[in-house]
Each structure stands twice: as C-alpha cells, then as structure tokens.
C-alpha cells in the first residue's frame, strides 16, 4: 500500500468522531465488499435464471470432476453488480441506522410480509414470528438461527450512535446472537470515541461471560491471534481455533465477533491487514470480513482508510433491501454522528 | 406390578424403534410428497431397521443401567469419549450436526457443559431422540426423569434441546404409569420453562389437534390420504403452527417434539395411529414418530406395537454407534426395569 493511499496517522485525529462514526460504516462495507460471498449476493438484482444457471453449472462441475468453479455472471445483463462492492451487511447496518430511534419491533414488523427482501435465517424467521404473533423477545428466542450475527452486524450503528443494540437485537436473536451485538457495540462505541483497540477489545470482552460460546471463543480468539503476532499470520490459528466445520452456514457470532476482536486486535487497527486475514477465513467471509472493517475503521477513522476500498464500498446496490438502491453510505455516517 | 412395568418399558423402546424405523424414508420429506409416494406411510421398509433414534437411545439406556441415578455429566463425557469418539473410524454415520459438533468440542479437549454450548445445534432433537430411556428407568417420576435426561444432554445440547429432552423424558415417566395422553402431554409442559420456545410450540400444537384431533381420530390411520381430509388440514394447520419455513433443516427440537406430542394426542395414545400420523407429517419423521411411538408404546405395552411392525425390529447393526451393534430394544427394555428396581444404595 503506498503511503498516498492511506489517510493522516490517527494520532493527528483523536478529536474527530464523525470521521470514526464513518469509518465504523465504511469499514464495514469494505469488510463486507472484500468476502467471497458479497458477489453471490450482489447476484441477487440479477434475473432469476442466470442464478439457477450457476446451480446447473455447480452441478456440472460435480458431474465431470472439474476443477473450473463457475462465479456469479452475467449473460445479455448489466455487468455492474457483479464488480466489487457491498452487499447484505452493508445494507442492514444503512437501514438500521435510518430506522435507529424507531420502536425496533414496530420498524421490523413493517418488513414482515414482504416478499422483495432478502436476510439471514435469523432474520427471516423472526419477520414469520412477529407477523405469526411472536413480539420480541420470542421473535429473536423461537429462531434457528439466534446465534447468527445479524444483530452483531446492526450493532454498528447502535454503537457509533452511542446507543444500546439490546432490544434490537433481541427482535432477531437471543444468546449468543444478542451477546455478540452487545459486544460489537461495546467496542464501536469505545473507539468512536477514540479509545485504543485494547481497551475497545477489553470493553467487547466484557459483554462476553466465559461459560457462553461467544465468550470462551472470543478469548481462545484472541490468545491464538496475539501468539501469531500479526493477522495474517494468525489466519491457520483462528481456522483451527473456531471452526469445526460441521455446519453448513458460517454466519454465528461465537465464531465471527471473535474473529473480527482477535484480527482488530492484533493488526493494531489496520484495517487494510485485518480485513485481508478475515476474507482468509473462508467459511466466516460472509461477515467477519465486515465485522472486522468496521472495528478497524473506527479505530482509524474514514479518511485513514485506502481510498480505492472506500469509493468501491460505499454506495449500496439494493441486493438485499431493493429501497436503498443507491444510498450513499457517508450519508448514513453522517446520520449517526 | 413388575410385570407391567416390563411390558410398558418393552412397548416404549420397541415404539420407539417401530417409530424410528416407519419414519426412516419420509425424513426430510414434505406432507405433500409423502402422500404422492406413499399414499399413507403405514409399512415399515423390510428389512432396513431403524436409524440414529434407536441406537442413541440404547446407549443412554446403557449409561442409566451403569450409573443409575447417580449419572453425572463426566460420567456421560467419558462415555462419549471412549464409546463414540474413540470408535469413530473414517465417517461418523448417522450423526446430526449436534451428534458431530459434540465429537469436536471433546476432540477439543471441552467439557460439559461447554460441548453443548460450543456448537450452535444445542436445540437438536438429538437429546429428545435418545430422552425415553430416562422415562423408563424412573416410571412415575417425571421430575426425576427430566433431571437425568438433562444430566445427558450437557454434554450435546444446550437451551431447547435440553428443554425438548425434558419433555420427552418426563412425558414418558407419566405415560408408563398408564395416563391418559393429555396427563402425558402436561407432564411434558410442566418439564419446561413456561417462557420457551419449546412450551410455545407445544401449546400451540395441542391447540391445532384440539381444533382438528378428533376429525382424524374418527378415521382408520390406513385409509389414503385424499385432497381435503382431515389428516391434510392438520398437517397443514400444524406445519404453520410449529415449522420454521425459512429454515433448511428439519432437526430442530421444538419443533420435532410439538410434532411428535400432536400425533400422539391425535392417535389417542394407540401406537400404530400415533406412529403412522407422526411419520406422515414429515420434516424429521424418523424421530419424530420414534418420540411418538415411545410415547403410546409406553402407554399400551409391548402388545400395543402391531405384530407386522415388531417383526421387523431385530438387533440394532450399530450402523450409528458400532457399540450398540447387537443390541435388542427388547433386552435394553428388561435391563433398564431390572436396573429400577434394584435396591438404592444405602437404603
């Protein structure tokens, strides 16, 4: 990264909250834009069949033992989708900060019944349960999902805000899953307002009791990540630390807010580090990544981050929420500061 | 006394395995699919046996005949440790995720009840599947029942699982003294938290059969299923009552036990209605209408199971568990009765 592409030292910044408040988002969506999946779900504003084409091509592959995966394409369709950018988490985190000082059942019960949206099982279970007459905090409890970390992901804004993201998050989730967006909104909130990444991880781990998973992994996380010395250099440690691989959705908070605290932690900050370790982490790339840009970026501030990145990541496609087509993140920022 | 006691706990286990067994094929399956294969799922494929529910139930039955009352969750652990992680050559066959993620987390060197937190399947059916047993061995105990399953289950579950193995633990303590299956479904309810995801699918379930239970309970379980017919609008009416529809899989315990207590009480307690409607509502069929068969099994007795369907359980082949291979339900069942009456020590 050459010195022209990063932003003032942090040092000269400390004042400037705003600057952190965009970062949080930013980095976030930067995370987010940097996983393997956002382009799958960025596919998602793409007609229905090129999507059923790349199962039949998974399926060919399979048949004929080749090697050759097919990505998300494009055939007689507008390409831009499909280069880098932000997908589902960016999008929740911009329509969580827009609906902040909102009843939070009342602000999700009007995505209840909706057939345009697309979310994590948490997400879409807990619209059923409030639209079946299960209020919060049964709508986040009666979830096969409540681990996942869609709250952990909307914290951001309750964080940058200052706020508390419990009763949000428990429309959508409970254990593990609330613990995790206490925890991130813990650590944004510290470092908004210009605590070092230590004492932000400190703050996180608090919300985190040992005997929870959230809480033993967190701390395994972090022990492996600072014996590593660096994130990059932690990536095989974290693999073998979190994931047992059993499942088939890498989305829980108990592995991806430790990821996110361990890499934040030992990359001292530096998104552009941390956020290419989490992307590493292939079965946790759908959110690490951004759980990890938007700690990283709010340590660092908005203007510290590699320009490139933030032109690519900050306006929103409408992949998962088709009403934010277009919004521009620095204007969510800007709402929250 | 005894004797009756050994026939309801041999009608249990061998429910159980009827249940697991007709279930095995429509696993996963939706209503609508089963009934355009089978018509009505009422026969047991010959010669397959049954699957995961009936080995991992004998291995809890083989942990109350060592420990008794006195079973603690190192007791379970090391079980674990040396009967299943220790026997695991190549796959582990037969195993849900909850089964899987517990082997990692000892292979992790934890402990319960952090192997039960570590992975996220702590709401599995794996803990109601194996939770008869413990009805078994403390017959007309309900609370006993529910705290020793629970014992179990810290090693492989956490929150819902353990509250889905309570119920089915404590529901079958009350059903081998005889109850009617509303006492038994009651019995199930008082074992869970009242605020749980597991008592509202429950009531929520019983609400459905009460609306339409007695529509079916009219008809003969055998009769086809046809557009329109009772058993139709109930697995609908239950299906929206306690499926979580944007979610994959089908091993989700307050689900799995709502749907096997309604085909209990929608067969009235008799083993081969309560089994047949269990395996035709689908999603985890195998265990649910082993939980259901366990149920009226241990209601109705070893002569409550149709002779067609016991004819088909022979000893398990430890296709799951290779350290249950051999065993017969009906062995276990006496076992588990001998163990229970046994003097407590010290008394």
């Not at chain 1, 393997?36 to 596919?43: C, F, G």
């Not at chain 1, 504003?45 to 995966?69: I, K, N, Y």
């Not at chain 1, 010395?229 to 991806?256: C, E, K």
């Not at chain 1, 998104?271 to 660092?300: E, I, N, Q």
Request: with cysteine; glycine share 12%; net charge negative.
């Amino acid at each position: 990264m050459s010195s022209g592409e990063i932003g003032p030292d942090r040092r000269d910044r400390r004042d400037d909250r705003g600057d952190r408040i965009a970062g949080a988002v930013i980095g976030l969506a930067i995370g987010d834009a940097a996983g393997w999946p956002s382009a799958r779900h960025r596919s998602g504003v793409l007609a229905p069949w090129s999507r059923r084409l790349h199962r039949e091509l998974d399926g060919f592959a399979e048949e004929h033992r080749v090697t050759t995966l097919p990505v998300p394409f494009t055939l007689n369709q507008p390409v831009r989708p499909l280069a880098l950018g932000p997908s589902d988490d960016a999008e929740w985190l911009a329509w969580t900060a827009s609906t902040l000082h909102e009843d939070r059942a009342e602000a999700f019960g009007r995505l209840a019944g909706r057939d345009d949206l697309r979310a994590r099982i948490s997400v879409r279970t807990a619209l059923d349960n409030l639209a079946g007459g299960r209020p919060p905090p049964a709508s986040g409890h009666d979830n096969p999902h409540f681990f996942d970390d869609a709250a952990a992901v909307r914290a951001v804004a309750f964080g940058a805000a200052g706020l508390d993201p419990t009763r949000d998050a428990q429309v959508t989730n409970a254990g593990d899953g609330v613990l995790g967006a206490r925890a991130m909104a813990a650590a944004v909130a510290a470092l908004v307002g210009g605590a070092p990444m230590t004492a932000a991880v400190a703050a996180a781990l608090a919300e985190l009791p040992d005997d929870t998973a959230i809480g033993h992994a967190a701390r395994a996380a972090l022990a492996a990540a600072r014996r590593a010395g660096d994130a990059f250099a932690a990536v095989p440690a974290l693999d073998a630390v979190l994931f047992d691989h059993v499942y088939s959705y890498g989305v829980a908070a108990a592995q991806t807010v430790p990821a996110a605290l361990a890499l934040a932690e030992v990359s001292g900050g530096a998104l552009p580090a941390a956020v290419s370790a989490a992307a590493c982490l292939s079965p946790a790339a759908d959110s690490a990544p951004a759980l990890t840009g938007a700690l990283t970026g709010a340590f660092s501030g908005h203007a510290a981050l590699p320009r490139g990145w933030s032109a690519a990541a900050r306006t929103l496609l409408g992949c998962c929420l088709p009403e934010l087509a277009g919004v521009d993140l620095l204007d969510i920022a800007k709402g929250l500061a | 006394m005894s004797e009756e006691y050994a026939e309801r706990a041999r009608g249990c286990l061998l429910g159980l395995a009827v249940g697991d067994a007709l279930g095995r094929p429509a696993e996963n399956l939706p209503p609508e699919e089963i009934a355009r294969r089978w018509g009505r799922l009422t026969e047991i494929e010959p010669g397959r046996g049954g699957t995961d529910d009936t080995e991992y139930a004998i291995f809890a039955a083989s942990l109350l005949v060592r420990y008794g009352r006195a079973l603690t969750g190192d007791d379970v652990a090391r079980a674990w440790r040396e009967e299943i992680v220790g026997k695991i050559e190549g796959p582990m066959r037969g195993a849900g995720f909850s089964e899987l993620g517990t082997v990692q987390a000892l292979r992790r060197g934890l402990a319960p009840p952090m192997t039960g937190r570590w992975h996220p399947h702590g709401w599995s059916d794996g803990l109601a599947m194996r939770a008869a047993p413990y009805g078994i061995f403390a017959a007309g105990e309900p609370e006993e029942a529910a705290r020793l399953v629970a014992v179990d289950g810290a090693v492989s579950h956490s929150g819902e699982g353990i509250w889905g193995g309570r119920a089915v633990a404590a529901a079958v303590a009350v059903a081998m003294t005889g109850a009617e299956p509303s006492t038994v479904v009651a019995a199930a309810l008082a074992a869970v938290p009242e605020d749980s995801w597991t008592a509202r699918n429950l009531r929520a379930a019983v609400a459905v059969v009460a609306a339409h239970g007695a529509d079916v309970a009219a008809l003969n379980p055998r009769r086809p299923a046809v557009i329109g017919d009772p058993h139709e609008a109930l697995s609908r009416e239950l299906h929206e009552a306690v499926v979580a529809r944007h979610y994959p899989w089908t091993d989700l315990a307050p689900e799995a036990v709502a749907l096997a207590f309604a085909a209990y009480l929608t067969g009235g307690g008799d083993v081969e209605e309560s089994v047949v409607v269990a395996a035709n509502l689908g999603r985890d069929a195998d265990t649910t209408a082993a939980i259901a068969g366990a149920l009226a099994g241990a209601g109705r007795g070893d002569d409550g199971v149709p002779d067609r369907w016991a004819a088909e359980i022979g000893p398990v082949a430890g296709a799951c568990l290779p350290g249950v291979a051999g065993r017969h339900v009906l062995d276990v069942a006496d076992e588990l009765v001998e163990r229970a009456l046994e003097p407590v020590e010290g008394t």
